[in-house]
């Protein structure tokens, strides 16, 4: 098998294929999440909000007195992912025998999340300016 016909084989797997359609729907996921950061980056105060490698990295300039940096910023994100990591893995194991369950109450959750951030983000107004971010 070629590179090529295996690289056309992940992004358009077969009605047969082993993984079903898991490995398009990460790429989609990691386009996705590449948007969100960026546009994270650039509208919220220099956070990102899907990859906490950069929080981190930003967490410790903020802590050495790098100018335009928030520690709190960075500390806020990673918190929230902790918080989002130990949900998941508690619906995951609750609902590990049944995976259309796992999915309902995953996407549940996530939905829930997101419309309360929205929520937040729009009776607070711009969130990069002050305390608010």
């Given at each position: 098998?070629?590179?090529?016909?295996?690289?056309?084989?992940?992004?358009?797997?077969?009605?047969?294929?082993?993984?079903?359609?898991?490995?398009?729907?990460?790429?989609?996921?990691?386009?996705?999440?590449?948007?969100?950061?960026a546009a994270s980056y650039l509208k919220l105060g220099h956070v990102f909000v899907a990859n906490m490698t950069g929080n981190v990295v930003f967490l410790g300039f903020a802590i050495a007195g790098a100018s335009g940096l928030s520690s709190w910023a960075s500390l806020v994100a990673l918190g929230s992912f902790l918080l989002g990591g130990l949900a998941g893995g508690r619906i995951g194991d609750r609902f590990a025998a049944h995976r259309g369950e796992l999915l309902r109450t995953a996407l549940a959750t996530q939905l829930l999340s997101v419309a309360a951030a929205v929520g937040l983000a729009a009776a607070t107004g711009d969130p990069a300016a002050g305390s608010r971010r």
């Open positions: 098998m070629s590179i090529w016909s295996e690289a056309v084989g992940t992004v358009w797997p077969g009605r047969n294929a082993r993984d079903g359609p898991l490995p398009p729907l990460l790429l989609l996921l990691t386009v996705v999440t590449g948007l969100v950061d």
